[in-house]
């Protein structure tokens, strides 16, 4: 099917692409450290990547990133700028109210950032019992199962995909302008017996800001991980959708 | 000077920036509706197009942009996604909280709708008197002296420029690709008497959602009125740069 | 018409007057410096000198009026009583609330302090999303008009009229008691480059206090401008009128 | 002494009182119905004037008064205004906030509406914890003794004094022109047995509004009341100014 | 009737009994010093054992308790642990809520602190508005009566009932073990002129945290005194219940 | 060592305790269905007996329970009484507040209900950020590992242990008069593809609220599981103790 983007659409083309249904898709991001070699922006990048491929798929209206999000544990290395808990909360509601008053059936949010995960997760929460439209948030569906198969380095552990094989080769796909592998660095923390229990700045566990290794990330492996990863995403997408209430011709 | 892009620097960059001096910039856009011939961005393309001359002329850090903004006199038309005014306030003020935490002499905004305007003047008041570090807001400085030499049409009258040669001079000039200029009608609003005293719905002043005579814009004029803002703008950024305390080196 | 002063109406009174159509009209004022030579309730002096000339015209109900604003550009100064941004907003919108419950067809707020613009338009924002209760919110229509026509000294400029020859005027016609006119010194800023995109404590625009020149200033003058203020504000309320529901009879 | 009226004062003249140790005093009223021969001002005549006598003793600096309260359980009244419990508590914390920061050592907020009660107190624990600024509410104190003492008639019970003797002479005192004895009745309350432990709208409980029997009220009797809570207030207020720190010469 | 205890409750059972038209009762204390001989969570045991008289009395359903309060009077005790005034309106409107949505005919809180008397209230007010379900606040209902007639010992005056013959006698019936007699010592304040209206730690009235004279307290009296009070609150709940809608069969 | 109970503790020895370095434990349940056979408490029993556990182990002092959690997903089950996500956050933030005013060198929260796991996480980070004392949220550490191994049925999946044999052993060993085993019965829900990225109301999966198989279920088997709970517990909380300030002598 053919996609639309919200920011490059009319008005009247956009109000065309819903009342026929289309589902409107958001990249929630965030701008954060990810090590020397990759670049602030890599959560919206992968979370960009990952909803265009969705929004491709099932026709859905891609809508514009939103390029920060919730990343205090990253709060002490440079670059990093965190929206609070509530301020991601209260965007994703806000959307979802502007989407719902505009007649869309569903909502579908493409989160890239650990962070935002507990807000959209609120957040969707009140809009069900607020606002009557359903919302999906998709997080990297089988995440962990796909990089235990394809890559070819351990991970850092307790769930940690940071600047790592896995990120490293998704960026290098989608857009390796951005991307110094020269820098690459390998590290792995020595989690303290109280992490992730207590919260613990990051940059106590990594000087680099790099949770795992790097250095064999390729853009061909990228490319394949962002094939499953859309596989395992489109494949929720289309089970929420048979769930959504069907469009009035 | 050369600019940083924030969203492709690396950490370690982008806090080697800010040490030196930098100043962050971010460009506040918002998704509204621009009439049936421009896209929905139009508003984040243009903050985002000044903010990087901006950022080119000082040696500032671009920041990503918010891609959102408080559109809600606008919420009538398909496409409008309106963020509510303590959204945007909270947004500016994680942003700057953020960027003080990191050590920043500044903080640079450059808005790109109108309804931002308040709630970013809000924020500014209160990054102020809560973080000690200098705001400057800048909402195209000099626009209607500008408009008023450079366009050839009339304007909608009480400061509406919307969708009409102006702005689509400036969209034909920056991302000309996404704008159907065979789509591009022209419409005066006649303002009840009660406006902009009483909050109006723009779609009870314009059908098509245009302010004015988009027809004779070009990407000629664009890139002239950019040229224009931009002086203007650099003007008022380096004035606020002398206010700043100097970085320690 | 005969207008109704609320705080000395009875109960049963204000509930007849309501029901026979009248609209309320609230003044919103400040506490707040006004040089050596004015007193410090000079807006809430105006702005229910203002809001009395209204409610004569239209058979309105005159509320008492809000003594205190959003200040806060003019904290450095001795008597300024700020309230926060949000606490206007929240004033104007319970009146608002419990006027719409006692059946009121609209709703006039007469501001007389720059600072109160924003938060009464936000208000006045979600008044009219959430209440179902129109609203107008009056800021001295016409007043920079009025002011070059009739004032003999220069505007302080950038729309700055603060205990100058206009302001002084309005007060000598409306509250002499309380003007000391030998204490009246004139004095006009030198703004900096950034004002106002950058807030500026008016304390470090003028050592007075004073924005202009109140030397000329008369109560005959007062009286004049008074009129036609209020000619313009009539016409604004009139208009407004025109657009409510009539009350059933 | 000589107390000093900031309505009227200029900046300077406030600075210099505020300077020379003098306490700022909030008359905080309401907008509420009080039967069919009172003005819906009772609440704020009555504070202001005791307000007065205080400011009068004490070398006060008398602040203007909030003309509007918390009033929800007369809501069902024409002209009953109520604001929310916490705008109340908000304007109390802004106005607190202001004076201390412009060196005020203390603040007295003379209180003449029931529902401003449980807000004010929670407002004065704030400032309190927050402001390091010493705060007194005067709740008209020894009311119920005194009117036991001189009042003709029953009081209505359960602490409630509205419209009855009691507040009647005091208006007939202080504002004798917007009284209507012809008007006045008397009604006395069969209160329910779950009153006040359950919320009940006054309306249900009086026809009229009134509680107790106004017609004995004289303005010389309001006079004596006057004296009396004068007497009890300025003891208090007395009590606490000798709390507070001496103002630095 | 029989009470039943939801915490000890099925969920199957808890429906039932709400469909049966039962009343959910919840005891509201705190953990507060209550002087060396009482234990910290005094106002719970007390509040807990009203409310489960009530409930055996009305056939209610006794709520798990909540066990913390607002005591930020007492903060300077150790052991004190205070909520805010918002967190206990927040609790009692949430479990409302909770109770309406299931169907519940109305609510009784029995509170046992004498700080959150005023957000109850507020709670209260709040819930009538808002929520639809009758709510009743139970502050040991005639108290003062009560203790004046059956206690040996004078009280502390000004209402304070604080680990003294009262409250002792009524912990020595209902949890003797945690009572520690031989620790008793009595207290008497010596209450500057401005308490309560200036709001004191009471740790500045008492050095032990007791007000009264504890030592001839007994369990026997405890009983008594509880018999009473439970007299009186059951005879209110009684009343409030006549107030309900019928649950319908 | 020996625990301390707070709810049994007179101020004087809680002040003692935390003198003494002895740490403040906090069990957070719920009130939430468990199917035919637990009680609705049966969170709190879990986490208020793990709390005692650790307490006595490390010597800490155990605070009384919180009764209430987010349940939000059970709401439409009889007896599930959800407090919302701001108000579990505002209770642990207040409370960790008094502990840290009093000087408490640390405090550990022992949760037994699934949402309560983010706002306690949200509340720890602004406890982390804003109050200087180290918090740890306890959430059954091994939970998944222990079951796994030592219940004989099989887990519902997706992390869900639900009134079956893992909990409904736990509670037959602390609580075994509140569990009526007759009553248990199996049921294993059918996972919908969109769960848990979607929102979903738990009795959606389960009629019976049971998510397992709880006839197994054995006092002795309880007994087991929180010995191996509490292994993993009383590490955890001694690797956060190391992590403190040691207390002054």
Chains 1, 2, 3, 4, 5, 6 share one sequence.
Do not use: W
């Amino acid at each position: 099917m053919t996609s639309h983007e919200a920011a490059r659409s009319s008005s009247p083309d956009f109000g065309a692409q819903l009342a026929a249904g289309a589902i409107p898709i958001l990249p929630f991001g965030a701008l954060e450290q990810h090590g020397p070699h990759l670049p602030l922006a890599t959560d919206t990048i992968m979370a960009d990547g990952l909803a265009r491929r969705i929004a491709d798929e099932v026709g859905g209206i891609l809508l514009p990133p939103i390029n920060y999000g919730q990343t205090s544990d990253n709060a002490a290395f440079p670059g990093t700028i965190t929206l609070s808990f509530d301020t991601v909360r209260a965007i994703a509601k806000d959307i979802a109210a502007a989407l719902a008053a505009q007649g869309a059936r569903g909502f579908v949010v493409v989160n890239g950032d650990f962070g935002n995960q507990a807000p959209l997760r609120q957040a969707a929460r009140e809009i069900s019992e607020q606002l009557g439209i359903g919302v999906l948030v998709v997080n990297y569906p089988g995440m962990a199962e796909i990089a235990a198969e394809l890559c070819t380095t351990a991970p850092a552990g307790l769930g940690l995909y940071h600047a790592e094989e896995f990120e490293t080769s998704l960026v290098l796909h989608l857009r390796p302008e951005d991307v110094r592998m020269e820098l690459a660095v390998a590290e792995y923390p020595v989690y303290p017996p109280t992490f992730p229990a207590v919260l613990t700045g990051l940059d106590k566990l990594s000087r680099s800001g790099v949770f795992g290794d790097p250095r064999p990330a390729t853009a061909a492996l990228g490319a394949t991980l962002m094939d499953r990863l859309a596989d395992e995403a489109i494949e929720l997408v289309n089970a929420f959708l048979l769930t959504l209430p069907v469009q009035d011709p």
